[in-house]
């Protein structure tokens, strides 16, 4: 079961990043790689187009392999580990190893 969705909030656990949190906007590579909000950013050279006359240096988001993030619980107020488990209705949820809240 994929452990990272889309608009979790996780943490950085490794990296020039680590110890920040953000929410993931999008997943790549069948989960394998996220973007998330404000982290992991990369300057680009962004050249003039006749639409947008400001050009310049721009910050991107850059892929973060899932390995190097955690779910941060907001009861826990930490990067947690998370559990899965399947409800009488068959629908899968996720919860926080350490206070036991669903995600
Ligand atoms: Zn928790």
């Not at 998370?82 to 995600?103: H, S």
Request: aromatic share 2%; hydrophobic share 35%; proline share 2%.
């Amino acid at each position: 079961m994929q452990k990272i969705k889309k608009n979790d909030i996780v943490q950085i656990i490794k990296g020039k990043d680590k110890g920040k949190q953000g929410k993931v906007i999008s997943l790549i590579e069948d989960g394998a790689r996220a973007i998330v909000e404000g982290l992991n950013l990369s300057k680009k050279h962004k050249r003039q187009s006749r639409q947008d006359q400001k050009g310049g240096i721009i910050s991107i988001e850059m892929p973060i392999s899932v390995s190097n993030l955690m779910i941060f619980c907001k009861h826990c107020s930490k990067p947690v580990r998370v559990g899965a488990m399947v409800a009488k209705d068959g629908v899968k949820t996720r919860f926080c190893k350490v206070c036991k809240e669903v995600l």
